[in-house]
């Protein structure tokens, strides 16, 4: 059974960093499309940004240069560092995955990172 | 960047109704298209990918077609556990932008 469990989320003050991660199961992260989309409170979703099998990474305009995704598959781990965090950065982070880059299979249960003095 | 649009925001409607959601991409897309289901405090689910296939498991009430830029899910006879968002998402090229959202309520 595929399951995602994103953890690191929190209360960060404007202009810091906070690093999101992922602990996949069920599945190899290497071997899929691993992607974080985030959904500020009350509104739609946002797709973040996404890890190719292959290593490649792409990012939404809104995060390029602040955000980068990474994997760790010795330990079948996806991370998003953040930095120079934004009021506007304020979400629900959720990984996701999927066998297929145009799509997004599975997701986590979502981890809350609230930007904030 | 691909823009996706998606109409109405809103609906109401009663269990039993027909219900179609429509949302547009700014360009072609071809049919690399997917819709989510969303409901309150939960994370989005899968429905359909490829703008109509059905994802395993999905009630077969649940539809999707395509038409040029214009991608329509259809939710023949609405029962209780379908009052949701429904986000559409395009797969064409990065960035995979999703849509505003459709409320479906009661």
């Known amino acids: 059974e595929v399951q995602l469990v994103e953890s690191g989320g929190g209360l960060i003050q404007p202009g810091g960093s906070l690093r999101l991660s992922c602990a996949a199961s069920?599945?190899?992260?290497?071997?899929?499309?691993m992607s974080w989309v985030r959904q500020a409170p009350g509104k739609g979703l946002e797709w973040v940004s996404i890890?190719?099998?292959?290593?490649?990474?792409y990012y939404a305009d809104s995060v390029k240069g602040q955000f980068i995704i990474s994997r760790d598959n010795s330990k079948n781990m996806l991370y998003l560092q953040m930095n120079s965090l934004r009021a506007e950065d304020t979400a629900v982070y959720y990984c996701?995955?999927?066998?297929?880059?145009?799509?997004?299979?599975?997701w986590g249960q979502g981890t809350l990172v609230t930007v904030s003095s | 960047d691909i823009q996706m649009t998606q109409s109405p925001s809103s609906l109401s409607a009663f269990v039993g109704d027909r219900v179609t959601i429509t949302c547009r991409a700014s360009?072609?897309?071809?049919?690399?298209l997917n819709w989510y289901q969303q409901k309150p405090g939960k994370a989005p689910k899968l429905l359909i990918s490829a703008a109509s296939s059905l994802q395993s498991g999905v009630p077969s009430r649940f539809s999707g077609s395509a038409s040029g830029t214009d991608f329509t899910l259809t939710i023949t006879s609405l029962q209780p556990e379908d009052f949701a968002t429904y986000y559409c998402?395009?797969?064409?090229?990065?960035?995979?932008?999703f849509g505003p959202g459709t409320k479906v309520d009661i």
């Open positions: 998402q395009q797969g064409y090229s990065t960035p995979f932008t």
């Open positions: 069920g599945f190899t992260v290497s071997s899929n499309y």
């Open positions: 360009q072609s897309i071809s049919s690399y």
């Open positions: 890890i190719y099998s292959s290593g490649n990474t």
């Open positions: 996701a995955s999927s066998p297929s880059k145009r799509r997004v299979d599975y």
